[in-house]
């Protein structure tokens, strides 16, 4: 088969498949929205279109799971190939990291916003990152922090995996730290504007 290009996706799609076995494109998804979201998102064509590559090279293969109480559906489940695949992963050089984050864009811009508007952009990223800080929090309950000693309060194997604990203990800082930066430029901001 023809060389292929992979991407960071392809390997969060195989460790997927073999942390939980046979998945559909959606329950997929729901492990990108809920694992991942913070760092690494997805939407379901770019899941969709990664499983039909994924069979293309072997490293999935695909059944047709079909019950009396709903509509049929593709079920993908990690072959060896891809096992291989997904351990070769690790030796491959990391691609250069990349913040996206449209409210820095608009900071950066800022001089040609009205200032009630980025002040209000603000407020609104202030509001989302708490609640953000606050499902983090859980999480930590759930997996615990292995860098804080804080033990996995689950019990099942997935639940206690200090490399997921070390991920959580990132996005708790980075959650802690945003915040405070939200929060320093928003009054940066608010006197800018009483001083205006």
């Not at 009396?68 to 690790?90: C, E, F, M, V």
């Not at 194997?157 to 800082?173: P, S, W």
Request: charged residues 25%; aromatic residues 12%.
């Amino acid at each position: 088969m023809e060389e292929r290009s992979t991407y960071p996706i392809t390997y969060a799609i195989l460790a997927f498949l073999e942390e939980w076995g046979p998945s559909s494109g959606y329950d997929l998804k729901r492990g990108f929205d809920h694992a991942l979201i913070p760092f690494f998102s997805a939407v379901y064509s770019q899941i969709y279109h990664e499983l039909h590559r994924l069979y293309e090279l072997g490293w999935v293969e695909m059944d047709i799971e079909t019950t009396s109480q709903r509509p049929a559906r593709k079920r993908y489940a990690i072959t060896q190939a891809g096992r291989d695949a997904l351990t070769a992963w690790h030796s491959q050089p990391l691609e250069k990291p990349q913040l996206r984050d449209e409210l820095f864009l608009r900071t950066m811009f800022g001089r040609f916003a009205p200032s009630h508007e980025l002040i209000a952009r603000f407020k609104e990223a202030i509001v989302y990152h708490e609640q953000q800080l606050a499902n983090v929090k859980a999480h930590v309950l759930a997996h615990g922090d292995p860098l804080a000693g804080v033990p996995a309060q689950k019990t099942d194997v997935l639940a206690h995996d200090d490399y997921r604990g070390l991920v959580v203990h990132f996005e708790q800082t980075f959650e802690e730290m945003y915040l405070q930066w939200l929060r320093e430029s928003l009054a940066f901001l608010e006197k800018q504007g009483k001083n205006g």
